[in-house]
Structure formats: structure tokens, C-alpha cells
């Protein structure tokens, strides 16, 4: 017999509606198993798992079995971006109005006069309804906000509301729309007032949400969040807790069994109210239903077997596991529950794994100077002849400028002590620059901010249009003020071609620097304007090689 059927055999299977053990610290923070051994699992099976876990790109997960923690791994305090998981924090947070008697989910877009003005809704769209749009059955095939392009749509008018079922963001962005117009509540205040606050999240702050507007896409902004692995499993207990927390009713049960309600089939399996049903994946034995978001988010629930389990992963580096190896390692950390263990297995407070953060290495600076960069900036700064600029907010908070941008959110920027700020969460290095281009120093006359790959791209471009002593500065910027980071031997190699000295003075691994040198030199070839483009692009792409670092489009 399997492992896998080896631990079903062992699973306490719950009636629906029934209580489930809930074990917080005093302060209401985790509990984690003393020994998993304990609680009914196989030490060799989980370093099994441990082990598929690290061959993985995740960057952290976390599993809780019987309200406790049975694993977790890497950085699970940090706050990456949830993506499409936040459709499911949504979904809860009108189940809260819907229980409360403020929406009603058969009420259709034409009675909430929702509309897109440069692009009408037909009569026959405008009868769909809360629950169509719920369950992404909606037949509205419109672009969207925050939308990936390879989300393809049936054309308008293809299917009726309620007919046909299609992953569409303009579904999910609606609904807070409707939210927002329908309680006269901040979508973010609401999910922190309702959901985060009564399940005591550790590391949520208002802050991490933000309204991304794309006007030019539609009228109705997505809404992206950003959360630590520890918050997203509180947000899946609930859902295993059928609604309840520490006793307390945050949301109905019957919401919760709607939610998990398979409406249609989907690529996954089935498709609920904003949350996936995973029957077609080795996770359909144990009944899973799933909050899933790009680079394999996940905050699965699995009733049968009491557990939930939080994959993150680092998108902001690019990362990108398959969902298989994510939902191998879950499926390998189930299955390795062989027996019921002892009653009353110990627990004791979670401890978590001790990770660098932004901040901890922030250079102290004068505040007084820091003010004179508050109010706002351009990224990437215009002196680096690019396009694409964004407009974003600066503000002094603690030693530190606060950043806003509507593309991105709002992030701490702590100062380093080689003049350049690295950002929270993210952890994305900023160069201030200059007029002059040249790095600013903290209350200089400042024309904007820009990353690493920006800086490189200047001096592609500077490069390509004969500007050797530009393309020197900006590669030299990025050459010097990357921190250490794997970029410094590729950006070295460029800085050390156009300046005329010796690329092999650089460990460049198993790509040798006579590959970066052949590539810059088809730049230098009179290809046309295209092609000298896609040569540039294909020398920043041998940097991502060489030095593994994420190319970013």
C-alpha cells in the first residue's frame, strides 16, 4: 500500500459543520509540534519531502496539521506578492457582506450600474450577476487590469452570463468595484477589519495592498496584495475552521461550503467561488480546494486530513516552479502522516528561520537631508533615456523613504551605505542618479531613481548609438552599486569591454567572456536598427546566464 494511502487510512475525516481543534500560543501566534513524530509523521518521510522542497524554486512553505505547524520552511515572515490568491481573499470578504444582509449575490451588473464608458455593456452582459462574475461565468469578455496577455477570451457576445466558465480578470476586478460601491468601504480596510484583524495576522499591514489602475485596460483597478506564508495559512485555517477562529464566527460556514462548491470544470479540476477545485492533481484525494497565483502561490485546504499548506514563492527574483513539484511536496508532507501519533502530542511557539531583511542593514542618514527628495520622482530617471517612466511618491518615515507608486505599491527604501536604498519585501536595489548621471548622494539635486537592469539597458542603448562614455557611466553604476549581488561580473564584463580592458579578468563560470565579447560585437556590426536591438537584448540575456540572475522584460 502507498504512503499516500497509508496516511488516508490514518486521516480523522470531519462532518462538515464540525468543530476543529484551533492550538494558538497565548499571544495568538503559532504553535508548532515539538516532534511531528508525535502527531503521526514519518521523520525519513518528511526529509523525503524536505528534500523535493529544496530541489524546488519555492521560497517558503508551510504546512498546519490540527491547527499546528508540521513544517515550515524558509522565509515564511516575509511578504511576497499573493497575485491571484487575493481572488480568493475577495471572495471571503463579500461572503462577509453577503452574511451581514449588505450584498446580495443575484443582484446583476444592471442593477448595480456597473458599466465601461468607452466600451458599453450590452443589455444581455448587464444580467450577469454577482454570483456569474463569482464564479467566472460572467460573459463579459473585456481586458482587464493587472491581466497577463496570454489570458485569451472568447470574443463578446461568444457565451450568455452564466453559461460558459473562463479564468477572467475582469470577473475578479468588478467585484471589488461592486464591493467598494455597495458598502462604501476600502476594499483594504474591509479585508483588514474583517479577515485579518479577527485572525491575528502576524505580518499584514495596510499598506500591502494597492489599487492597480490601468484605465487604458478598464475602469475597474485589480487589487494586488502582498503576505507572508505564516498569514496566508491563518487565512486557510479559517477556511478549514469552516469560518470560525479562536471561537469566534468570522464567517459562515455556508459561505465557506459555496465557496468550495465545484460550479464548473476548470484546467485544475473544478472552480468554485474564486477558488480552485485540485481533483485533477495528485492533491484530489485529500478533497483540496485552492487559492492558486502565479509562480504557484497556493494556500491549499484539505478537510479529510485537518491540514492546509502555504506555498510562497520569490517572484519578484522571477522565480518559477511547476505546480507538479509544488504539489508534489505538499502530497509528500500528507502522506507523511503513517499513523494518529500520541494523544496530546507537545506544541511549542514556532520558530522561525532567521532571514536578512531590508532593513538590517540600513546606513544611518541625515533626515533633514532625506526630506529634500520627498514628494516625487521619476523611475527609471529620465537622464537614462527611457521610456516607460513612472511617476512615484516619496515620503520620509523612520530613516527611510516611503515609496508609492499606483504600479507597483508601497515599499519601504532603506538607505545602504554605498548611497543606494534597497526595498522591503522585494528586496530590489534603487540607484539614486543625477542630472548628470552620475549616482546622487542623499540631498543632491536628484533627477530619479532606477534598478540594476535599468541601468544596464542605458547603457545598451548609449552603447548601440556610439555614446561610449555613457554607456561606461551607467555600466559602471550598475557595475558598482549592485551590492555584491550576482549581477556585478556581467555588468563588470560590459564596463570592462567598452573601457578597453580585459573581460577575462572576470569569473564568468561556464560561459566563458568571449561569448559576452562576441555578442557585443554583432551590436557593433551596422545591423539595422532592429537587429542591433535584439543583439543588445541577447547580451543582456548572457548576463542573466552568466550570472543567474532573473532577465526581467
Not at 538590517?360 to 526630506?371: C, F, K, S
Request: proline share 6%.
Amino acid at each position: 500500500m502507498s504512503s499516500r494511502y497509508v496516511a488516508l487510512a490514518f486521516a480523522v475525516v470531519v462532518a462538515c459543520g464540525a468543530a476543529r481543534a484551533q492550538h494558538l500560543a497565548a499571544d495568538g501566534s503559532w504553535l508548532a509540534y515539538a516532534d511531528p513524530v508525535e502527531a503521526g509523521f514519518d521523520r525519513a518521510a518528511l526529509d523525503e519531502a524536505r528534500a523535493l522542497w529544496e530541489a524546488s524554486d519555492s521560497a517558503s512553505l508551510m504546512v498546519v496539521h490540527d491547527g499546528t505547524v508540521v513544517v515550515a520552511w524558509g522565509d515564511v515572515e516575509r511578504r511576497y506578492m499573493c497575485h491571484s490568491t487575493r481572488k480568493s481573499v475577495l471572495s471571503a470578504l463579500i461572503g462577509v457582506a453577503v452574511d451581514r444582509g449588505v450584498m446580495d449575490t443575484e443582484m446583476t451588473l444592471a442593477d448595480l450600474d456597473i458599466d465601461e464608458p468607452d466600451r458599453p455593456l450590452t443589455d444581455v452582459e448587464k444580467t450577469a450577476r454577482i454570483s456569474d462574475l463569482l464564479k467566472a461565468r460572467s460573459g463579459v469578455y473585456m481586458t482587464a487590469a493587472y491581466e497577463p496577455p496570454q489570458n485569451p477570451k472568447p470574443e463578446r457576445g461568444a457565451y450568455a452570463p452564466g453559461r460558459h466558465w473562463v479564468y477572467n480578470n475582469w470577473d475578479f476586478n468588478t467585484l471589488a468595484t461592486i464591493y467598494m460601491e455597495q458598502t462604501g468601504r476600502d476594499v483594504f480596510e474591509a479585508m483588514t477589519e474583517d479577515l485579518f484583524d479577527p485572525i491575528g495576522t502576524e505580518d499584514w499591514r495596510l499598506r500591502d495592498g494597492y489599487l492597480h489602475v490601468q484605465p487604458h485596460m478598464s475602469i475597474h483597478p485589480a487589487y494586488p496584495l502582498r503576505m507572508s506564508a505564516r498569514d496566508m495559512a491563518r487565512f486557510g485555517q479559517l477556511f478549514l475552521q469552516e469560518g470560525e477562529w479562536a471561537g469566534e464566527r468570522v464567517l459562515s460556514a455556508n459561505w465557506v461550503r459555496r465557496s468550495a462548491a465545484s460550479y464548473s470544470e476548470s484546467w485544475m479540476g473544478g472552480y468554485g467561488y474564486m477558488w480552485w477545485l485540485l481533483s485533477a492533481g495528485v492533491l484530489g484525494p485529500y478533497d483540496t480546494y485552492a487559492a492558486l497565483g502565479v509562480g504557484q502561490q497556493l494556500i491549499a485546504v484539505m478537510p479529510p486530513v485537518d491540514m492546509v499548506a502555504v506555498n510562497r514563492t520569490d517572484t519578484y527574483a522571477g522565480d518559477r516552479p511547476s505546480i507538479e513539484s509544488i504539489e508534489a511536496v505538499v502530497a509528500a508532507v500528507v502522506a507523511a502522516r503513517t499513523s494518529d501519533g500520541i494523544p496530546n502530542p507537545r506544541r511549542v511557539p514556532l520558530v522561525t528561520p532567521t532571514f536578512p531583511k531590508a532593513g538590517d542593514g540600513a546606513h544611518a542618514v541625515d533626515t533633514e537631508q532625506l526630506a529634500k527628495w520627498a514628494g516625487s520622482a521619476l523611475v527609471p530617471a529620465p537622464v537614462l533615456g527611457l521610456d516607460d517612466r513612472n511617476e512615484c511618491t516619496l515620503a520620509v518615515d523612520g530613516g527611510s523613504l516611503l515609496m508609492h507608486t499606483p504600479r507597483a505599491g508601497t515599499f519601504h527604501w532603506w538607505p545602504q551605505p554605498d548611497g543606494t536604498f534597497l526595498e522591503e519585501d522585494s528586496l530590489t536595489r534603487w540607484v539614486p542618479i543625477g542630472p548628470s548621471g552620475a549616482l546622487a548622494p542623499v540631498g543632491s539635486e536628484l533627477d530619479g531613481f532606477a534598478r540594476w537592469h535599468e541601468l544596464v539597458d542605458a547603457g545598451y542603448t548609449a552603447w548601440v548609438e556610439g555614446d561610449e562614455d555613457r554607456a561606461a557611466s551607467f555600466l559602471g553604476i550598475a557595475h558598482r552599486h549592485c551590492g555584491g549581488r550576482a549581477p556585478t561580473a556581467g555588468s563588470g564584463v560590459l564596463v570592462a569591454v567598452i573601457e578597453g580592458g580585459d573581460p577575462g579578468a572576470v569569473d564568468l563560470g561556464e560561459v566563458g567572456p568571449e561569448d559576452v565579447v562576441e555578442w557585443l560585437g554583432r551590436v557593433a556590426e551596422g545591423l539595422d536598427e532592429s537587429d542591433q536591438w535584439d543583439a543588445a537584448h541577447g547580451v543582456r540575456q548572457a548576463i542573466g546566464v552568466l550570472t543567474a540572475e532573473p532577465v526581467r522584460q
